[in-house]
């Protein structure tokens, strides 16, 4: 089974830029995504990357792949108050065409 | 486009009364629907996975006859708690797949469902 982990917590002021990270363990995976959560709300799709990439960027949004190291990062430029959030990072099951495993989700909290 | 909504949003009930929430994808045909479970502080975890007209597919450990699942349409799913207990307060999401979203079997997701037993 695929075990997918982040950090928990990360608190950065606004302006800078918060890097968060995934470890994934399947390495067969074809896609990863990056989804945020708002307190009491669903998930919203931030970005995803191919496997066969190793970067993606969207406006203030950079998505790293290690594939060798099976690691996955997300920042964010110029951090704002509304980027508080919860950010999970999911893997597609290969093998089931839409099944999504989550990360554990990482709480950023931005200060002034 | 791409939107999928969860009624109710948020539901309180007493022990061992069922509940049951919609998931309907408001304008786009959903093939596929999968329902999620979030305790506080916690990753979703996948619940079931149902195809329109066929039987839902539960991950292991989840009980089909405490959480019925119906896809009788390409646009509703429903999940019903039976008897609920306490237990079973969680937030419930709930996501849609179709093969005219804008990415190949994206995940569309819910606002979700918050349930309290008491």
């Known amino acids: 089974g695929e075990d997918v982990e982040q950090s928990l917590f990360l608190s950065v002021r606004e302006g800078d830029s918060s890097v968060i990270n995934c470890t994934y363990t399947?390495?067969?995976?074809?896609?990863l995504y990056w989804y945020k959560q708002e307190p009491g709300a669903g998930l919203q799709l931030l970005t995803y990357i191919f496997s066969n990439m190793d970067m993606k960027q969207d406006q203030r949004l950079t998505v790293l792949l290690n594939k060798k190291d099976k690691h996955l990062s997300l920042r964010i430029a110029d951090t704002q108050t509304g980027d508080s959030a919860i950010y999970f990072c999911?893997?597609?099951?290969?093998?089931?065409?839409?099944?999504?495993?989550f990360g554990t989700g990482t709480r950023l909290q931005v200060t002034l | 486009g791409a939107v999928v909504s969860q009624h109710p949003s948020r539901v309180i009930c007493k022990s061992g009364t069922s509940v049951k929430i919609e998931c309907r994808s408001l304008d786009f045909q959903a093939t596929t629907m999968f329902w999620y479970r979030q305790f506080p502080k916690q990753s979703l975890m996948l619940m079931a996975t149902?195809?329109?007209?066929?039987?839902?597919?539960?991950e292991q450990g989840v009980e089909k006859d405490k959480f019925l699942i119906n896809h009788a349409s390409l646009t509703l799913s429903t999940l019903t708690v039976t008897s609920a207990h306490p237990e079973d307060s969680s937030f419930y999401i709930c996501?849609?797949?179709?093969?005219?979203?804008?990415?190949?079997?994206?995940?569309?997701f819910g606002p979700g469902t918050r349930l309290t037993v008491l």
């Open positions: 999911a893997e597609r099951d290969p093998g089931t065409a839409s099944k999504l495993t």
């Open positions: 149902s195809n329109e007209g066929s039987k839902a597919t539960y």
């Open positions: 996501s849609a797949s179709g093969l005219d979203s804008d990415l190949y079997n994206e995940q569309f």
């Open positions: 399947d390495s067969s995976s074809t896609y």
